[in-house]
């Protein structure tokens, strides 16, 4: 993947800066158990934190919440012990955010923790777990939403039929898929 490339893409450039920065923290500060894995690496998880700056920029979402879905990106699969469903990865990659959060210099965000542990579950589940925390910020559900579809719009990875946007929960994730696609296609799929 080349990342250069992609981020001197027109449409990158209102997070440019900002997506360098969390990209130097992924690739200095944040360890992932699954190293051999093929379709949840640091890369992916590059571009998930790539879309889900552009969801937030388009949401015109406050520096705060921008921090909250790169630092959810950034932890969302380290924990990962294999790349089929997984389903608990959420939970212990927020235990490591938990852990491992103030070594960045950052606080803990209890909203950034329930999107983590519950990225990997069901909108029902996430959506209740952020409405009742009484500790989540008021747009936790929001956020939670911006960030799953980030993540989803990396699915063109699996197959160029592995996202169907009619998942998409926010306005625009459904906007950026040809950029998504665009990406993949041509400048990280390589065979
Ligand atoms: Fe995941
Ligand atoms: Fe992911």
């Known amino acids: 993947m ?4 992609i981020l001197l893409l027109p449409e990158l450039q209102p997070i440019r800066e900002r997506a360098k920065e969390w990209l130097e923290v992924l690739n200095r500060d944040i360890d992932f158990w699954h190293k051999e894995s093929i379709m949840h690496t640091k890369e992916h998880v590059s571009r998930v934190l790539i879309y889900a700056l552009l969801i ?3 949401l015109e979402l406050a520096e705060a919440d921008l921090n909250i879905l790169s630092t959810a990106a950034i932890f969302h699969d380290t ?3 294999n790349d089929g469903l997984d389903v608990g990865h959420g939970k212990r ?5 938990r852990s491992h959060v ?11 923790y ?32 911006a960030f799953k579809d980030a993540d989803a719009l990396d699915r063109f990875r699996l197959s160029l039929f592995g996202l169907d946007v009619r998942y998409l929960r926010t306005p625009p ?3 950026l898929v ?9 400048y990280c799929k390589d065979f």
Do not use: M
Not at 121 to 138: F, V
Not at 178 to 186: F, K
């Open 93 to 97: 990659a927020a235990e490591y955010y």
């Open 102 to 112: 103030q070594v960045l210099g950052l606080d803990f965000n209890p909203t950034c």
């Open 2 to 5: 080349d990342i250069e490339k």
């Open 173 to 175: 994730a459904l906007e």
């Open 114 to 145: 329930d999107i983590i542990y519950f990225h990997d579950r069901n909108d029902k589940k996430g959506i209740k777990a952020l409405s009742h925390n009484p500790q989540a910020q008021s747009n936790g559900v929001l956020l939670y939403q």
């Open 56 to 58: 937030g920029h388009h």
């Open 178 to 186: 040809p950029l998504a696609e665009r990406i993949w296609l041509d």
């Open 79 to 81: 924990r990962r012990k």
